[in-house]
């Protein structure tokens, strides 16, 4: 079993290529998904070792491998979820190479091993991508965001509330047809957010303008009156969206259709004394609430 283990641990690590020609081949079918409202998610890993499985031909290491946490390990590829784990830091590291975003964690001098716990969610109207980091200072944030605005394809980008103690959160605006990808990797630590056109429509194929329903307040400001309607809408997952006139929505789910959105609303009416807050809105890709 010893030569099988030093087989298995002596892998070598998929590297970018391999990873690209993971989100290129997404294709069609994912852009059919993600008009679905379905959750889209892949671990790029999983794939690169599996062919490497079949390829190595030791029967031992699967053995071997079923004990351990491989899956996730090494590369987490991901549109929604979250990931990593408590890292002491000092400082973050910034940078932007083409469209990819890239996150260090320094900590004496050095980049730290993992990356700090984050949560990311996806949304469709308008286009957005909201994201928590834990244990990020408000320098670091500001030097965060500073390179965010810096990417092609990024609309706007914002802060905001977190019920979370010691958590940011903000919330990326992209263009239309951008979409994204978030990776978290470990030896060194490093989350990075890759943002690339749909490849999907070509310039023969234009997107259609799929309008977007959801259930939404008024207008507020981010004071303790939106952090209450967060505190209270906790377990629908509410999404924060900055309107055109600069206050912020609460926002929860997003539906095909209208007749589906207001069958939500009743059922939140009843689960929630009435509900009064919300109402339902929509939009489309593009699209910045009133």
């Known amino acids: 079993m010893d030569a099988e283990r030093f087989a298995y641990e002596n892998i070598e690590i998929p590297d970018d290529r391999l990873v690209q020609a993971i989100y290129a081949g997404m294709g069609r079918a994912e852009r059919i998904r993600r008009k679905k409202r379905l959750s889209a998610s892949l671990t790029a890993a999983a794939a690169a070792f599996a062919l490497l499985f079949c390829s190595a031909n030791i029967p031992s290491v699967y053995a071997y491998a079923s004990g351990l946490p491989v899956v996730g390990e090494f590369v987490r590829a991901l549109h929604i979820g ?57 320098e670091e944030y500001e030097k965060l965001e500073a390179q965010i605005r810096e990417m092609k394809g990024v609309s706007d980008v914002y802060r905001t509330l977190s019920l979370e103690k010691d958590t940011v959160s903000f919330t990326i605006v992209l263009n239309r047809l951008y979409d994204y990808e978030v990776m978290e990797q470990i030896f060194p630590g490093t989350l990075s957010v890759r943002l690339f056109q749909d490849a999907y429509y070509t310039a023969e194929e234009n997107a259609p303008e799929q309008q977007v329903y959801y259930l939404r307040t008024e207008g507020m400001e981010q004071d303790d009156s939106l952090r209450a309607l967060l505190e209270k809408y906790k377990a629908e997952e509410p999404s924060q969206v900055r309107t055109q006139e600069g206050s912020f929505i609460l926002a929860i789910g997003e539906f095909d259709t209208r007749e589906e959105a207001e069958k939500r609303l009743l059922e939140l009416q009843e689960s929630y004394a009435g509900a009064a807050e919300l109402q339902v809105g929509s939009g489309m890709a593009k699209e910045v609430p009133e």
């Open 82 to 138: 979250g990931g990593g784990k408590t890292t002491l830091h000092e400082g973050i590291s910034v940078e932007v190479v083409d469209s990819e975003l890239i996150v260090r964690f320094v900590n004496q001098g050095r980049t730290t091993d993992t990356v700090v716990p984050y949560r990311v969610q996806g949304h469709d109207a308008p286009c957005r991508i909201d994201l928590s980091l834990k244990s990020l200072t408000e």
